[in-house]
Every structure is written in structure tokens, then in C-alpha cells.
């Protein structure tokens, strides 16, 4: 049974900074791609960022681009979403999730089969 346990959400003002962590159990974690994606009230699920097995290979989004990192630990299982600069709009429900198959990377939520149960980020002006 895979796994995802997010953690790190909460509530940060205007400019500042949080790390999401996400640790995986249940399946061989250095073989597959993660990924990180939020949700607003009303919106769709969107990509934010993904890694690559080795973390050889990243995306982040346009709209995140510049502030937010997305490294892993394999020896910990672990992959982490780093935010700084924090804006409102960066407001909503992060998940985690790990790819289908253990290649590539993936930018779409069908590409994705294990989620995490979602932390909440709040960015207050």
C-alpha cells in the first residue's frame, strides 16, 4: 500500500517562506517522479512542481518560477516543496503525488496514481 504523508502547511504572512515535506512508504520511491500541486476553492488542480527519480530533472511553474524549489531525498523517501517569497495567490490546498510509471516527468493529475491527503498554505496580506 503506497503511502503519502504531507506535512509543513499553515499560515505565513505576505513574503515569507514554508517547506512542505511529503514522505513516501509502499512503494520503490527512487524510481518514480514526484510531484506537487494545489488547489484553490473553485479551481482546478494544478501542477506546481515536478522531479525526476534522481532529481536530474525538474519543472516548476511559470507562476511559481523563481521562488519555489522542489528537492528530494531518496535516502529519506522524502520530497520536499520549498516556498519563499510568498504571495496570496499562492493560497490553497497542496498535494503530493508520485507518478504512474518510473519514468519522465509529469505535469497533468491523470499522470499521477498515489496522492497525498493534502496540507493547507495560507498566505495572509
Known amino acids: 500500500q503506497v503511502q503519502l504523508v504531507e506535512s509543513g502547511g499553515g499560515l505565513v504572512q505576505v513574503g515569507g517562506s514554508l517547506r512542505l515535506s511529503c514522505a513516501a512508504s509502499?512503494?520503490?520511491?527512487?524510481?518514480?517522479?514526484m510531484g506537487w500541486f494545489r488547489q484553490a476553492p473553485g479551481k482546478e488542480r494544478d501542477i506546481v512542481a515536478a522531479?525526476?527519480?534522481?532529481?536530474?530533472?525538474?519543472y516548476v511553474a511559470d507562476s511559481v518560477k523563481g521562488r519555489f524549489t522542489i528537492p528530494r531525498d531518496n535516502a529519506k523517501n522524502t520530497v520536499y516543496l520549498q516556498m519563499n517569497s510568498l504571495k496570496p495567490e499562492d493560497t490553497a490546498v497542496y498535494y503530493c503525488a508520485t507518478r504512474r510509471v518510473p519514468y519522465g516527468l509529469g505535469f497533468l493529475p491523470y499522470e499521477y496514481d498515489y496522492w497525498g491527503q493534502g496540507t493547507q498554505v495560507t498566505v495572509s496580506s
Open positions: 522531479i525526476n527519480w534522481n532529481g536530474g530533472s525538474t
Open positions: 509502499g512503494r520503490t520511491f527512487n524510481n518514480y517522479a
